[in-house]
C-alpha cells in the first residue's frame, strides 16, 4: 500500500483567501490525483497533477480557481483561491502506483470558509 | 463518460445478516477496473474490494463479495455476517484502464450509507 500524508486536515478560512493543501507520498506514483468531496456528496475528480507541467482540469474547473503543482513524483499542492462558502468541501489526494491497480487516498483536508 | 448509479441511499442490516449494496454502471471501454470503497466518518477512502472487468471470476474478500455482471453492467456488493463496524457510507467506483484516454481516472457513484442495527 502507499502512505499519503495530507495536510491540513482540517482548516477554516475567510472569504477572499487562498489555502494550499499539501499531498506527500512515501513512494514514486506515477499518477496522482485531486478530488472534492461537498457535504453528504460523492467525490468529483477536479484534476490530475501531471509532474513538471500543467494539470489537466475536470470539466468545470479552472486553473486560476485551483492551481496545482506536481514538481516530483511525490509531491503535489491543490490551492483553493479566492475562497467563497461554496468551496466548503473535503478535498482528497489519490494516487495511483506504477502497474498498480489500486487508487489509494489520503485522510481528506476538511475546509470551512466563512 | 462513463456514468455509475447506486440506487439506494441508505441500507441497513441487522447484526449478523447480509445485506447487498447495488451499483450499475455505463461505458464504451473495455477496459476498466471496478470498487467499492467505504468511508467511515473519520472520511478516511478504504478499498474494499476490487474487480479487473477482464476476469469472469468474482472477487471475494473475506466477509465481502460482488456479483459482476458484465453484460448488465452491474456490480452489487455483498457483506455477509454484518459486523456493527462495518456501518458506513459505501461508493461503487468506476477506474478506467490505462489504455484508454481517462486513464486512471475514476468515476463514483453517489453512495449509500450503510447502518447495522445490533
Known amino acids: 500500500s502507499a502512505v499519503i500524508s495530507q495536510k491540513p486536515s482540517r482548516d477554516i478560512c475567510q472569504r477572499g483567501t487562498s489555502l494550499t493543501i499539501q499531498c506527500q507520498v512515501d513512494s514514486q506514483v506515477t499518477m496522482m490525483f485531486w478530488y472534492r468531496q461537498q457535504p453528504g456528496q460523492s467525490l468529483t475528480l477536479i484534476a490530475t497533477?501531471?509532474?513538471?507541467?500543467?494539470?489537466?482540469?475536470e470539466s468545470g474547473f479552472v486553473i486560476d480557481k485551483f492551481p496545482i503543482s506536481r514538481p516530483n513524483l511525490t509531491f503535489s499542492t491543490l490551492t483553493v483561491s479566492n475562497m467563497s462558502p461554496e468551496d466548503s468541501s473535503i478535498y482528497l489526494c489519490?494516487?495511483?502506483?506504477?502497474?498498480?491497480?489500486?487508487?489509494?487516498f489520503g485522510a481528506g483536508t476538511r475546509l470551512s470558509v466563512l | 463518460a462513463q456514468t455509475v448509479t447506486q440506487s439506494q441511499p441508505e441500507m441497513s442490516v441487522q447484526e449478523a445478516e447480509t445485506v447487498t449494496l447495488s451499483c450499475t454502471y455505463d461505458?464504451?471501454?473495455?477496459?476498466?477496473?471496478l470498487f467499492w470503497y467505504k468511508q467511515p466518518p473519520s472520511r478516511q477512502m478504504i478499498l474494499v474490494i476490487r474487480?479487473?472487468?477482464?476476469?469472469?471470476q468474482n472477487a471475494t474478500e473475506n466477509r465481502f463479495s460482488v456479483n459482476f455482471q458484465k453484460a448488465a453492467k452491474s456490480f452489487s456488493l455483498k457483506i455477509s455476517d454484518s459486523q456493527l463496524g462495518d456501518a458506513a457510507m459505501y461508493f461503487c467506483?468506476?477506474?478506467?484502464?490505462?489504455?484508454?484516454?481517462?486513464?486512471?481516472?475514476?468515476?463514483f457513484g453517489d453512495g449509500t450509507t450503510l447502518t447495522v442495527k445490533p
Open positions: 461505458t464504451s471501454e473495455s477496459d476498466y477496473y
Open positions: 489519490s494516487v495511483l502506483r506504477r502497474g498498480g491497480d489500486i487508487q489509494y
Open positions: 467506483a468506476y477506474r478506467s484502464g490505462l489504455l484508454n484516454t481517462n486513464a486512471g481516472k475514476s468515476t
Open positions: 497533477a501531471n509532474q513538471g507541467s500543467e494539470a489537466t482540469y
Open positions: 474487480q479487473e472487468a477482464y476476469k469472469q
